[in-house]
């Protein structure tokens, strides 16, 4: 573990060409700018340094959240950003093999939706109104569909005991069904808290079948691998830059590739040094991207 | 262990002066009475024994409840009745020794309304129509109430994201909040198949805070613990008869009372004997409480 401070120590990020960065705590504090974030990705495509921004965020397709970007003045294609929704519709399409006459029940809301539509899948639930209506379910009302090959899970406002209802009964009538989750953040921080996360929507259903769903977002290592593929990296020359060591740190251990803790996320000096650190340990420490600059002006 | 077989074996159960009966997969399968169950009541009561009925199904108030005996033909008091939610609102009363002015949050069904009221407990959430919309919860909708010293999670069908988003910060905010479960049945029987029950109703919050809810239902002590101390019964004349070793067999167990089990509903007879049969052992087995028919009769 390496604490970059100096000019002399930053330059040595410039040996890797791809850097991931996590998002929130990284380049943005909710809807505020990291001071020198913005300048730092633009020195980094100057020196042709490729840029992907990785986030657990599956409520949001790429192309919506595209637009947070734009809102916040940050230069950024669709094609950089990697969400959990669209490594999840890629995990369906390349890993489970999923074909046109199947389809996935969703748990979730319109970025999955987007995402997977993107990847030719067919889906139900979701934003299906019929579904995301609170009130009773009886199993009348349901009808066995054996094309029905996956239920994923993923933070979902419209939450209803019919979605958790009618998730069950595929998982367990359909032979295989496969149980996946977005990412597993039991809670996402809202301005003026917490509210319950993606990880906690899939909850009731791993506590019925006792077992818990394949998780595709960070930090497992299945979006890495989804990154990996998509974009052909050289791990070797791959850098994971985050602001929390159980989730960004770990996926880019996880993954086999190099990290950077920043502190102005929710990291704390004691959690990577002293007594009562983490047994998680990146590779480099650095107080924040904007430091970054100081390469440009040195 | 002992099977219970002849007229012989079986009039040994009439050492007991109180029989629990847990109701479904015992008394009744769904909406049909189990041959013989109605007349093995009458024969009990015509013995003076005392009766009463133990049901984890908190969505219903002992009022509501009595109904079903009532269409069932089968003679029952109110008193007799304990369901989870009673003895969750007898728990906030006697063991939490909540007060008038103190405040529960429910994610649960007019069943545990009811029964809190009944013991002068106030509370909010439930049925509130606000509160069983789906769609987003944001913050600043929260008013911080410290009142509320309890959060209470049964089956609720009207299960949305604003009831876990409210129970979170109460759980989170409010120094010292119970965290309460009426029972923790992952999923119940309905006629086509199984639904989501009141402990997958809980486990989104078990997994935000890592930590378990005080469950009250069967086969957890406390229910029993209330029961015995408002009817004040001697635990050496009490059995319990059942037909699930998980949750009424342990339930008898784990409270010092002895037990019974029938075979009419979940238990089959490879749970109890051979080489794979459960750790849990009941002090008698009997093939239906209608085989206790044969001593009217004998």
């Known amino acids: 573990m390496a604490y970059l401070t100096t000019p002399e120590d930053i330059s040595t990020l410039l040996k890797y060409d791809t850097f991931l960065f996590d998002c929130d705590g990284v380049l943005w504090q909710g809807d505020v700018l990291i001071p020198g974030a913005k300048e730092a990705l633009a020195f980094l495509r100057e020196q042709k340094k490729r840029i992907i921004f990785v986030t657990n965020n599956a409520t949001k397709s790429r192309k919506a959240y595209k637009k947070k970007f734009d809102v916040l003045g940050i230069e950024a294609t669709e094609e950089e950003v990697f969400g959990s929704a669209y490594a999840t519709a890629v995990y369906c399409s390349t890993v489970l093999n999923l074909q046109p006459t199947d389809r996935v029940y969703i748990i979730g809301m319109s970025g999955i939706e987007e995402e997977l539509s993107a990847e030719g899948i067919q889906y139900t639930g979701g934003s299906d109104p019929l579904d995301c209506r609170a009130g009773p379910y009886e199993l009348d009302a349901f009808t066995d569909d054996p094309s029905v090959k996956a239920v994923i899970v993923g933070l979902d406002q419209y939450l209803t005991y019919t979605k958790i209802s009618k998730a069950l ?70 850098l994971m830059i985050g602001d929390r060591l159980e989730t960004d740190i770990k996926f880019g251990i996880e993954g086999g590739i190099d990290t950077c803790l920043v502190m102005t996320g929710i990291a704390k000096p004691e959690d990577v040094g002293g007594p009562n650190a983490s047994d998680i340990k990146p590779t480099y420490v650095m107080r924040t991207v904007g430091d970054l600059v100081q390469l440009a002006d040195s």
């Open 169 to 238: 009964q595929y998982l367990v009538r359909n032979e295989g069904c496969h149980f996946i989750a977005t990412n597993d953040d039991s809670t996402y921080p809202a301005k003026l808290g917490i509210l319950p996360g993606a990880g906690s929507m899939s909850a009731p259903l791993t506590y019925i079948l006792k077992r818990s769903p394949v998780s595709i977002g960070k930090p497992n290592k299945t979006m890495l691998d989804c990154i990996v593929a998509k974009q052909h990296l050289d791990r070797h020359k791959t």
